[in-house]
């Protein structure tokens, strides 16, 4: 063989070994970050954090099913959070709460999201502000019994005028169900749906007295069922002229055969 064929041979040789040297110290080095990483998440303090096993709708109970213990690093848990250190209980004392916040699989449990199991479920669940209003509902008044918690509805009222004609007029748009009869919850096992009698509302203090006219003057009341797409629309009060006075200063109305005939002040209306 010619000694320029073994000087090439060599080189490649050796040029492979390097190569192949570098490549063991690259694989071992990487094997090393790896192992501190892991030694590091191994040693660093962990906490038990309770968290939803489902997702929870507002007005869901909270049960042994829909809440469980989860391992957190204790350096990411914020504040407010329920840890098995501060509640060891929480698994039994939260069974029956009530969701006032809907809450996804996974999410950790704050307090601020449930109220505790009492007989006051309606006020937990009520935001700040607003009002809680029952008004009388029929098959025929309530959508065919479509109507259901969380579902948003126009009241319209229908009275009689002075000559014996029939009026219609929407007095509040895109208001909340918060309830049908005592059910706060919709179904989720697929049973059927309980006709009820009663829905209530979730109303302004306007809102409010503007029903409570209403209910006085209208032949009956009737609840137009809206579509989920019209959720993020502002609700509006309709009939505003029924209201008399400021919002703030105590008012009183007269209302004789379904019409107001006098305010506070007296005025002719």
């Not at 869901?60 to 350096?75: T, Y």
């Not at 939260?94 to 449990?109: D, S, T, Y």
Request: charged residues 20%.
């Amino acid at each position: 063989m010619k000694p320029a064929r073994i000087i090439i041979l060599a080189v490649a040789v050796t040029a492979a070994g390097l190569a192949g040297f570098l490549a063991m110290k690259l694989a071992g080095g990487k094997r090393v970050v790896v192992e501190q990483a892991r030694e590091i998440i191994q040693k660093a303090p962990m906490v038990n954090v309770l968290v939803t096993a489902a997702n929870l709708p507002v007005g869901a109970r909270l049960n042994a099913d829909s809440i469980r213990w989860m391992e957190w690093p204790e350096g990411s848990v914020s504040e407010g959070v329920i840890t098995e250190a501060n509640r060891p209980a929480a698994l039994t004392e939260l069974q029956g709460a009530v969701v006032r916040i809907p809450m996804f699989e996974g999410e950790p449990v704050r307090a601020e999201k449930i109220a505790d199991s009492n007989s006051r479920i309606m006020s937990s669940i009520l935001p700040s502000g607003k009002r809680a209003v029952a008004t009388e509902i029929s098959v025929s008044t309530g959508a065919g019994g479509f109507i259901l918690p969380n579902d948003r509805v126009d009241v319209i009222m229908v009275r009689k005028n002075d000559e014996g004609r029939f009026l219609t007029e929407t007095v509040l748009a895109n208001v909340r169900v918060l309830a049908v009869d005592q059910q706060i919850e919709q179904k989720t096992d697929g049973s059927k749906t309980v006709v009820g009698t009663t829905a209530t509302l979730e109303l302004t203090p306007d809102q409010t007295r503007v029903i409570a006219v209403a209910q006085q003057m209208a032949d009956r009341l009737t609840l137009a069922l809206r579509s989920v797409a019209d959720a993020q629309e502002s609700d509006t009060t309709g009939a505003d002229y029924l209201l008399t006075g400021s919002s703030s200063a105590p008012s009183i109305q007269v209302i004789k055969s379904g019409a107001i005939v006098k305010s506070a002040e007296g005025n002719k209306m």
